[in-house]
């Protein structure tokens, strides 16, 4: 079975520091790996996602990704952050298979302070 | 291009009621997915249909139901609803079921049972 561990419930960060948000995954087969943000009341928002090829995956908002199998972990980093970045962050795993349903890991809350 | 829109975007219940939620897909997409968030937690995944037929579940009861119509909108069915079925219900839609399809997400329905 897969599973998704998001080691850290919140980051606080500086504006402007560099962030990591950790993300471990646990599967048997092959995975398709994300990270989605959630706004205040708002739904999910893709940031970026890993399919294959590049282990470095660059996203939206200056938001990247390293996939590395042999530690299985997918963690994200931007070099710095601001005010706006504040809000969940939720790593998912997909086998793609029939359903290519996602399994989400528990969230990881930004807060960037001034 | 229209997003994924959701309604009600907030719907109180008491216990034992039933209560239908709606979702309207983004254009062209022919997938749609419901996850259920509650407080402080990832979305968890309660099933998928793509092109009207249930194509996965998740661990969820009979009680909770859907169907998609022949515009690709879907509807979540919850019967003899019970306080734990209290969280934000999210609908996602995607281009196809295949492998690492990305899922956009809608700005949910959050329900509240008294």
């Known amino acids: 079975a897969q599973s998704v561990t998001q080691l850290d419930s919140q980051v606080p960060v500086f504006e402007e520091a560099p962030v990591e948000l950790r993300c471990n995954y646990s599967?048997?087969?092959?995975?398709?790996l994300f990270w989605y943000v959630q706004y205040p009341n708002q739904g999910l928002q893709l940031l970026l996602k890993y399919l294959s090829g590049s282990t470095l995956v660059k996203g939206i908002n200056g938001f990247e990704a390293e996939f590395n199998k042999s530690q299985t972990s997918f963690h994200l980093r931007k070099p710095s952050v601001h005010i706006s970045d504040t809000a969940e962050y939720f790593c998912?795993?997909?086998?793609?298979?029939?359903?290519?349903?996602?399994?989400f890991g528990t969230g990881t809350l930004l807060a960037v302070q001034p | 291009e229209t997003g994924v829109t959701q309604s009600p975007t907030h719907l109180i219940k008491t216990r034992g009621q039933q209560v239908t939620l709606r979702c309207s897909s983004q254009s062209g997409h022919n997938t749609v997915s419901w996850y259920q968030q509650a407080l402080g937690q990832g979305p968890q995944f309660i099933f998928q249909y793509y092109r009207e037929e249930e194509n996965g579940r998740g661990n969820f009861p009979p009680r909770f139901s859907g169907l998609q119509f022949p515009n690709y909108s879907s509807e979540l069915n919850v019967n003899a609803l019970e306080l734990d079925d209290s969280a934000l219900y999210l609908c996602?839609?995607?281009?196809?079921?295949?492998?690492?399809?990305?899922?956009?997400f809608g700005p949910g329905t959050r329900l509240l049972v008294l």
């Open positions: 998912a795993v997909s086998d793609g298979g029939a359903t290519n349903k996602l399994i």
């Open positions: 996602a839609s995607s281009l196809d079921q295949g492998r690492g399809e990305t899922q956009y």
């Open positions: 599967s048997s087969v092959s995975v398709y």
